[in-house]
């Protein structure tokens, strides 16, 4: 019951940011022309929207039982959160603190809800922020290249997940852990190289002549240096227990290093009776393909390092939106939404791929 009744929030909360936009460039010109108002109170109560609407602050004066005492919001900014800068630049610096009754930039904003109830029955200050995400989120999806992989497209809706995380400032410390995981990236990627490089050379030593019809056989992979290699050739004759592809490892178990070293360096390869020309270069394909997808986590990762996705993807992004891009481009619903996700946002689900906020 519980779980019906939080779906029904969730989807009236998003009809009602959804209907907003038939109305919000009324107000955008309403409190544009508001802030030049004589009446010190109307002017900012525009300014207000305006920090609020564009610039997609909390509005600060709702609090939820639950959230942090120490949330700073439009509405309880203080003087010493900004600092002015010529050019009509404002600088924002806050973190949020308990004393929100001193100094405060809007003195006279309490009638800011009541004000925006007169353009749309339900409308707050809060609204805004879900509308702008929604909204910023259903215009980036559109760079989704529709003839791109699954992981190509999920990153493309990762980085538009990411413009939103930006817009609604949802920032987080970059992972102690963070350079162990990008070195362990780096060498997986280097991994499936020295597997792409001993099929190549596996290819020239089935058929010699294909040095001269198909020269880059014989260019070397970049940033497999010498060094490097030998470490791996190393620890693939120790069988440590290193995180690379199982059929790496499957290829490789019964190698020495010095065989390996070998191999390397006089480009002679030994070759199975049931090898062909034909099998290796569908197996260098598919080494392609998978050096392609580590590449994609690696972009995914360095992009988002210092931005949290999660609070505007649960929190703030019509779930519809979500939905009807995988369907329109046919990624799997459960790369999106865990299951957790898909129970709570069980009545998103039902749009179809042309469904628009």
Request: charged share 35%.
């Amino acid at each position: 019951a519980n779980s019906t009744l939080k779906g029904q929030s969730d989807f009236k909360k998003f009809e009602k940011a959804r209907e907003l936009k038939d109305i919000v460039a009324k107000i955008r010109n309403d409190y544009n022309k508001d802030m030049t108002n004589k009446v010190t109170a109307i002017r900012q109560r525009a300014t207000a929207m305006y920090f609020i609407d564009r610039l997609a602050l909390r509005a600060g004066n709702e609090k939820k039982e639950g959230e942090e005492a120490d949330t700073v919001g439009c509405c309880s900014l203080r003087f010493e959160h900004i600092r002015l800068e010529a050019g009509n630049t404002v600088h924002f610096d806050f973190l949020g603190t308990r004393n929100l009754d001193k100094d405060q930039l809007f003195d006279r904003t309490q009638e800011l809800n009541k004000h925006l109830s007169s353009y749309m029955d339900g409308l707050t200050a809060k609204v805004f922020r879900t509308y702008n995400a929604s909204h910023t989120f259903q215009e980036q999806l559109k760079n989704t290249p529709v003839s791109g992989s699954v992981n190509e497209k999920i990153l493309a809706y990762n980085r538009a997940n990411r413009e939103v995380a930006i817009l609604c400032n949802h920032q987080r410390t970059v992972s102690k852990t963070f350079d162990n995981q990008m070195n362990r990236i780096e060498d997986k990627i280097r991994a499936l190289k020295y597997q792409k490089m001993r099929l190549k050379k596996t290819m020239l030593t089935l058929d010699p002549k294909l040095k001269k019809k198909r020269p880059e056989l014989d260019e070397p992979e970049s940033d497999l240096g010498e060094e490097w290699c030998e470490e791996y050739e190393k620890h693939l004759e120790e069988k440590e227990k290193i995180d690379f592809e199982r059929s790496l490892k499957k290829i490789m178990k019964n190698a020495s290093q010095r065989q390996l070293s070998k191999e390397r360096k006089t480009g002679k390869m030994e070759v199975k009776k049931s090898q062909t020309v034909e099998k290796v270069e569908a197996q260098i394909e598919k080494v392609n393909e998978r050096i392609k997808v580590v590449n994609l986590t690696k972009v995914e990762k360095e992009e988002n390092k210092t931005t949290a996705l999660g609070t505007s993807k649960i929190n703030y992004i019509d779930p519809r939106i979500s939905a009807a891009w995988c369907y329109k481009y046919d990624v799997p619903i459960d790369k999106i939404f865990n299951k957790s996700l898909r129970d709570k946002f069980k009545w998103a689900m039902e749009v179809d791929k042309n469904w628009k906020f």
